[in-house]
Every structure is written in structure tokens, then in C-alpha cells.
């Protein structure tokens, strides 16, 4: 994790940021909204903050575009976005904004709000560390991700001392993980490989740990390691763990916390699963894979009423079932003629009261 070595304490919030330059910018071509100084505030794992304060060039163009985005506030072309620089003069895309502005009688103006993602930034990277994907996860310690990774990220080394470290091979890729258990950090590099490209595995990678432990498990710093020698930064944000939704993991059972190849059997499935599915024009999903949607629509049902997560399982159980078995499947030993004496039972009942509606129809 060579990269993301350097960037491991954006992690730790809440963090200030003190900014010696921030901008507000419009649409592309146009001028900034306003140029300052201020701070970008990292809340948690999901909360991102700013405050910019100085004054504009030009107070009516400022004015004009501020207008102009509260009279589209559908439209997202029409949000802002944030620029800013740290005290050592890195620069960092701080993301898409709706400013609250409180206009000065003096010299500063203030503009407030929150960003719809981390920072990003982009640096030269050496080329041992190119073509590569690197991934930090907060996994919260306690939880049954945390015992199980503890235990699975580990390989000997020297005699009966471990490492947390384990390689996965598959895909065209050696891919590796490492478990901080002390500080509850999942890092994971990924050489590129045909299968394992870059831009798509950043997401891919979390499909698998969302459906085998039951929760909403992205990537909260993340590192696109070009071959051109650059590398794309980004601090996203990162869902906090249920409490409710331990019946939703996939991985389960009496051996759940002492089968190391099992789990990473598992693993490597459900990645070239998603990996190797294809749309309908035969090119890879950027987006998260439609088996790993409906995993995420229970787990986020599961803290709503009974009643939504039951039609939401039941919808979601469903959908599984017609996207793994073809329609025209019949299980081994089904009486078809009794299917089709149902089916007939059935269509007779509604004709029946189709041709005699309830008095209270009449």
C-alpha cells in the first residue's frame, strides 16, 4: 500500500483541514464564484463539511450564478464545486456543493455547507506501484467482519508465527490483503489483469464482503494507480455498520470462523461472478453488480418496519430466483399435470367472479 501509505491519516475524524486557498466554481469555462481561504472538515465516515470565507470580483456574477442554481435545484450541472488547497499546497477536488451564503457588509463573505463525497487529489506514483488498485476499508471492531477477517487474513510465517496478510490468486491477479485488527483496517492491492482491470475493481472488490458479511462494506480510501504514473486519491464515504441485519450474511455455519480456504473459496466465486458478468452490449459493469443490489436493498431494509423488509426479501428473493434459474426450468420429478390442473382451477375462479361481481360493484 505504498500510495495510500502517506494518505492513511485522512482516516481518522474528525480532521480539519486548513485551506490557504478554496474556490467555488460554476460550469465549465466559467469564472470561480468566489476565491478564499477556510477549512474543509472531515465529520466521520460519511460527513463532509466546508467553510469559505472571502470576498468576490465581481459581487453581481456571484449573485447571478447563485440564482441561477436555486432556480434549477434538480438540475446537478447547477451544483458548485469545490477546490481547495491544504497548507502544503496539495490540491484537492473537494466534490459537488449547494453553498449557504451570508453575504458581508464588509470585506468577507461566507459560504457554508457539505460536499456530496471526500476530497480527491491525484500525485506522480513510482512505477513499481502502477497499474494497480489500492483499497483501505474501516471495519469496526467487534463486529463479525472484524473476528472473521482476523482470523482469514493470516499466512505463516517463521515457524508457527502468523502475519496478517493473506494472497488470493484468481482472476489473472495476486491480490492482497492485509488486516489491521488494533486500528480495524482492511487494506487490499490489486495488480491489474484483464479481468481485474482498473477503475472497475475499486468497486468490485467490496461486492463480495457486502453480500458474505450483511452489510453496507465500501472503500473508504482508495487509490487508481495509472500506468502513466499518477495515481487518483479519493476518501469516500462509508456507511456505518447494522446491528440488525446479522441474518443477512451469506457467510454462516458452525465453521464460519475456522475455514480459511472455505471463506476464501467463497470470495474468489462471488468476484468472478461479478467481474466476468457482462451487459447487454457484452462490456463489464462500472456499477455494482444487480445480485449485489439486491443484497444492498434488504440490508437497507432491515432497519425499516417488518413489513418493508418482508416485501423487500420476499421481492428480492424473487428477482435471485429468476435472474439463477432459467424460465423455462423445471425441477426433476414435478407433476406437470397437476401445475396445469392448478393453473386451469385458477383461471376458472377468476371468470367465475369476473361474471359475478360483488353486490356492493353492482
Partial sequence: ?????????????????????MKLLARDHEEPIIIGTGEFNIIDNTTFRY???GRPADAAYTFHQLKRQRE?????????RLVFWDEDGVEYAGGWTVPHVE??????WIFSGETHSGPWLHEPC???ESNATELIFAIPRGSAAALCLSRFVRMPHEGMKHIPEYVLHTLGSDIAFHYASAVGLLSVNVPASAQLPLTFTENWIAEPLRIMFGQLIYPR????NLPDGFSHISLRPAPDFSDVTGWLTLWSGENALTDQIGFWNLYAQILSYVA???DSGGDPNFDRNKLTRLYEEVIQAASGSRWVWALTTASSVEAITRKLIPPDATRPGVDMEAIKALSVHIDAGRVTRASNPPRSAL
Avoid: I, Q
Fill in 1 to 21: 500500500m505504498a500510495v495510500l501509505d502517506h494518505w492513511r491519516h485522512l482516516l481518522n475524524t474528525p480532521k480539519t483541514l486548513t485551506c490557504k486557498k
Fill in 72 to 80: 434549477n435545484p434538480y438540475e446537478s450541472l447547477m451544483r458548485f
Fill in 276 to 278: 466476468l458478468s457482462r
Fill in 126 to 128: 513510482d512505477a513499481s
Fill in 221 to 224: 480510501l482508495v487509490a487508481r
Fill in 51 to 53: 467553510t469559505l470565507r
Fill in 103 to 108: 453575504p458581508g457588509s464588509g470585506d468577507e
